[in-house]
């Protein structure tokens, strides 16, 4: 029995996505300010490529927030080392294809365009405007962050190498994302991590998997089975969840 995402959660995606564009604003970025720090809450300008300072009116910017640049035109984003938060959802539904962090910062890395964390085991953002068809993740990148690739509408293929963690909303409705051949070294699946990937065919589950969301692969109409090895955990997920499973041997 396949699952679907129910109306109440899917009302909360939209709430989360909707960016706050009312109040000041510097060179087309909207702000608030908060205990002595500001924190950029949209976008309203009209370039394609822009740098955020590091401080306005004395104070630093610190956080990039809920839907920030949601539905915005913005292709390239600059941001400062005093960055020290990024929202899950501030890049989801934009056009922003590439991300980079100036300087040294204490919480956040960039490579070729995509946001990580400092150490960069932690894959925090792939720009929603990235064209790329298929992405291989770096041997040093353990956990794909809350909501890191959502709402890809390009994406198909994933070089998973040695990820052990994938967030909740990882995923989340991927519409191109057509196979998943998840990695030994893998741990857990989060919540609706894969779900609305309408495109999604074909998920090999690792023997060593011990924890999966029973939402992570709600509303894959595509997907009819899911490879495991006999005897596992995820063998028994599949069957506790109904999907139907082939059996792998190592």
């Avoid at 894969?194 to 074909?202: H, Q, V, Y």
Wanted: aromatic share 8%.
């Amino acid at each position: 029995m396949k699952k679907t995402i129910p109306a109440v959660a899917a009302a909360l995606c939209i709430i989360l996505l909707a960016g706050c564009a009312s109040g000041p604003s510097m060179d087309g970025f909207v702000y608030s300010t908060s205990d002595g720090k500001i924190s950029i809450t949209g976008y309203t300008g009209s370039a394609a490529k822009a740098e955020l300072p590091s401080t306005h009116n004395d104070k630093p910017i610190t956080a990039i927030g809920k839907g920030a640049f949601t539905g915005t035109k913005l292709k390239e984003i600059i941001l400062p080392d005093s960055i020290l938060t990024v929202e899950p959802s501030a890049f989801i539904g934009s056009a922003v294809q590439s991300i980079t962090v100036k300087g040294s910062s204490a919480k956040y890395s960039s490579d070729n365009g995509v946001l990580y964390n400092r150490n960069m085991d932690t894959l925090a953002v792939f720009p929603a405007g990235k064209t790329d068809k298929s992405f291989e993740l770096a041997d040093s990148v353990r956990t794909i962050g809350v909501s890191a690739f959502e709402s890809n509408s390009v994406i198909e293929q994933i070089g998973w190498n040695s990820v052990k963690h994938i967030s909740d909303r990882a995923f989340f409705k991927c519409t191109a994302l057509k196979s998943v051949n998840l990695p030994q070294s893998l741990a857990t699946i989060g919540r609706i991590a894969f779900a609305g990937c309408s495109s999604l065919e074909s998920v090999k589950l690792p023997a060593g998997v011990t924890s999966i969301d029973e939402t992570a692969f709600m509303d894959c109409p595509s997907l009819k089975t899911i490879k495991v090895y006999e005897g596992t955990f995820a063998e028994q997920w599949c069957i506790d969840n109904g999907y139907e499973s082939i059996m792998e041997y190592a």
